[in-house]
């Protein structure tokens, strides 16, 4: 048991190998991933952003990015800023100087990835559980390119791995690894359990990232309370936090008239969207959940990227980054 829940932890377990012909809108392949690679070039998750970015939105949502290391003093030139003279030094020689400052370099950074059942629903183009991988995966590629640290949390139903950030490309393997290993596992079939809980997880990012890495989050956000919120918070607080929302075109727009039956393995229920108590109540739930994510941006200056699974992924990354118009 020990053994296993180790493996489990470090993303080591074996899972359920896919078939090879199975479509990659439903599950991903290692390689699948890594063929991102040249897409990830065309991005960037540095401070300075341009200016159609979200992430150089409204409410205080700008990047901290890299801090600022010392490098040397120089005599004053004519148009250096100002701001940048050493009083100090300027009063013990009788000249102005200014300090000369290289930005931070090796900053690590946490990519989070949801691989959970809720995860696993697409009604057009993918599931949402492929949509948030193939982000994680430009995300790391992205930043490694950068020359900063990348690492990552993957969690499922009843794994999470661990890959503490590393400026290498071994860790970036593993990391791309456990993430096709745990989507690997999502199955219809799969038995009910209960599901690693996002505030779980958020506690064991809190205790990675105690202070400046960039934090990237990609889930639906399933099932979010108090302490989730205060979590995300406390996360905001001392590090540059992303949260990459994946939603489906369902969620947004439910339709009218359907009937589904849906199962957890062992009970199952009837839906009728054709009744409008019902079409009602699943829409204010589908709205209500939608509205309380993209609050955290309000409240605690949190950027928000919405990334929908009904559509190409890279497209909506580089429209959201303002490399093309949105």
Do not use: C
């Amino acid at each position: 048991m020990r053994d296993r829940a180790a493996r489990i932890r470090t993303g080591t377990l074996t899972p359920k190998r896919v078939p090879t012909n199975e479509s990659p809108h439903v599950h991903v392949s290692l390689s699948q991933l890594r063929a991102l690679e040249f897409e990830a070039r065309r991005l960037t998750f540095l401070p300075r952003q341009p200016a159609r970015s979200v992430l150089n939105g409204r409410h205080a949502s700008k990047l901290r990015g890299r801090g600022l290391d010392f490098d040397s003093l120089r005599h004053y030139l004519p148009g250096d800023d100002i701001r940048s003279i050493d009083w100090k030094v300027t009063a013990r020689t009788g000249e102005p100087h200014v300090r000369v400052m290289n930005e931070e370099r090796d900053r690590p950074a946490l990519i989070v990835v949801d691989q959970r059942m809720s995860m696993f629903f697409g009604s057009r183009l993918n599931m949402k559980s492929v949509t948030a991988a193939e982000i994680a995966s430009l995300a790391a590629f992205r930043i490694l390119d950068q020359g900063d640290r990348v690492g990552g949390i993957v969690f499922g139903d009843e794994q999470l791995a661990e890959i503490r950030p590393q400026r290498r490309r071994a860790s970036l393997d593993r990391f791309l690894q456990a993430l096709t290993d745990a989507n690997q596992l999502l199955r219809a079939d799969a038995p009910p359990v209960t599901p690693v809980s996002l505030t779980r997880v958020l506690q064991s990012v809190l205790r990675i990232a105690t202070w400046n890495h960039l934090v990237i989050v990609l889930s639906d956000f399933d099932v979010v309370d108090d302490q989730t919120e205060r979590l995300i918070a406390g996360i905001a607080r001392h590090n540059d936090l992303i949260l990459v929302l994946v939603t489906d075109p369902f969620a947004k727009q439910l339709p009218e008239g359907l009937r589904l039956v849906v199962s957890n393995g062992e009970l199952q229920a009837d839906i009728d969207t054709g009744d409008r108590t019902i079409y009602r109540r699943l829409t204010e739930m589908a709205e209500g959940r939608l509205a309380q994510v993209l609050d955290w941006q309000r409240r605690f200056g949190v950027p928000i990227l919405p990334i929908s699974a009904g559509e190409e992924t890279p497209p909506q990354v580089r429209r959201l980054t303002g490399l093309v118009p949105r």
